[in-house]
Antibody, heavy 134, light 112 residues
Framework: QLQLQDSGPRLVKPSETVYLTCSVS??????????WGWIRQPPGRGLEWIGS???????YYNSSLKSRVTISLDRSQNQFSLQLTPVIAADTAVYYC??????????????????????????WGQGTAVIVSS | DIVMTQSPLSLPVTPGEPASISCRSN???????????LDWYVQKPGQSPQLLIY???SRASGVPDRLTGSGSGTDFTLKISRVEAEDVGVYYC?????????FGQGTRLEIK
C-alpha cells in the first residue's frame, strides 16, 4: 500500500527558504497518479491548498502563493518536493503532502475510450509542522 | 477561484442519530465528462485528513456505507445515517474542477 513520508526543517527564519520533501513508498509514484500535491493548515485553522503537479506534467499553484512556491517531482528518488521562499510568519503551519489517483477507462457520457477517472486524494503524509520565527 | 461554503460550522450530534453537512459552491462543479468534481474529507483529532467521498458520491475504500455523498452542480450534502463516536472530527468539502483547488471552511462534528 502506498505511503507518504514528508520531511523538512521545523524552524526557519523570516525571508529564508523552506524545502520540504515527500517520499513515496510501497509503490511507484508514476503509477496511476492523478496529481501529487501540498496542502497546509495554519494553527487552529482549516485546510489550504498550496499546489499540485498533475500526471500531464503541468503544475498549478494557489494564486496567493504562486510567486513564492515551486513544486517538483523526482521520479528517480520516488519523491516530490515543495520550495517556499521567502517565508513569512503567516507561513507557519502544518504542511501535508498528498496523492490523488485515477484509472483509465471508457466514459460513455462523452464517448471517450481513454478517459482518466479521478479517485480523490486518498493518500496523505503525516504532516510536518513548520514554524517561521526569528 | 471557486468559493466553497459549508454549513453548519459546528454540528453536535447524539450517537445513533443522523447528521448532515451542506457544501455549496459559487460555480457549478459539473464537468463536461458528467462528473461533479467534489470531494469530502475528514480530519480526526490529531490525524491527517482522509478521503471519504470523491466525485460527489463515490465512497473511498474502507468508508462505511453509513456515509453518503450526494448532490450536483452547486449543492452537495454529506450524510451520516447513524453517528458513532469514531465520526468525531472536522469535515471538509473540496472542489477539484478547477486546477486551483479550494476547500470549504470545515464543519466540526462533535458528540453530544
Amino acid at each position: 500500500q502506498l505511503q507518504l513520508q514528508d520531511s523538512g526543517p521545523r524552524l526557519v527564519k523570516p525571508s529564508e527558504t523552506v524545502y520540504l520533501t515527500c517520499s513515496v513508498s510501497g509503490g511507484s509514484m508514476s503509477s496511476n497518479y492523478y496529481y501529487w500535491g501540498w496542502i497546509r493548515q495554519p494553527p487552529g485553522r482549516g485546510l489550504e491548498w498550496i499546489g499540485s503537479i498533475y500526471y500531464t506534467g503541468s503544475t498549478y499553484y494557489n494564486s496567493s502563493l504562486k510567486s513564492r512556491v515551486t513544486i517538483s517531482l523526482d521520479r528517480s528518488q520516488n519523491q516530490f518536493s515543495l520550495q517556499l521562499t521567502p517565508v513569512i510568519a503567516a507561513d507557519t503551519a502544518v504542511y501535508y503532502c498528498a496523492g490523488a489517483f485515477g484509472y483509465r477507462g471508457y466514459n460513455p457520457i462523452i464517448n471517450d475510450k481513454n478517459y482518466y477517472f479521478y479517485q480523490g486524494m486518498s493518500v496523505w503524509g503525516q504532516g510536518t509542522a513548520v514554524i517561521v520565527s526569528s | 477561484d471557486i468559493v466553497m461554503t459549508q454549513s453548519p460550522l459546528s454540528l453536535p450530534v447524539t450517537p445513533g442519530e443522523p447528521a448532515s453537512i451542506s457544501c455549496r459552491s459559487n460555480q457549478s462543479l459539473l464537468h463536461v465528462s458528467g462528473y461533479n468534481y467534489l470531494d469530502w474529507y475528514v480530519q480526526k483529532p490529531g490525524q491527517s485528513p482522509q478521503l471519504l467521498i470523491y466525485l460527489a458520491s463515490s465512497r473511498a475504500s474502507g468508508v462505511p456505507d453509513r456515509l453518503t455523498g450526494s448532490g450536483s452542480g452547486t449543492d452537495f450534502t454529506l450524510k451520516i445515517s447513524r453517528v458513532e463516536a469514531e465520526d468525531v472530527g472536522v469535515y471538509y468539502c473540496m472542489q477539484g474542477l478547477q486546477t486551483s483547488i479550494t476547500f470549504g471552511q470545515g464543519t466540526r462534528l462533535e458528540i453530544k
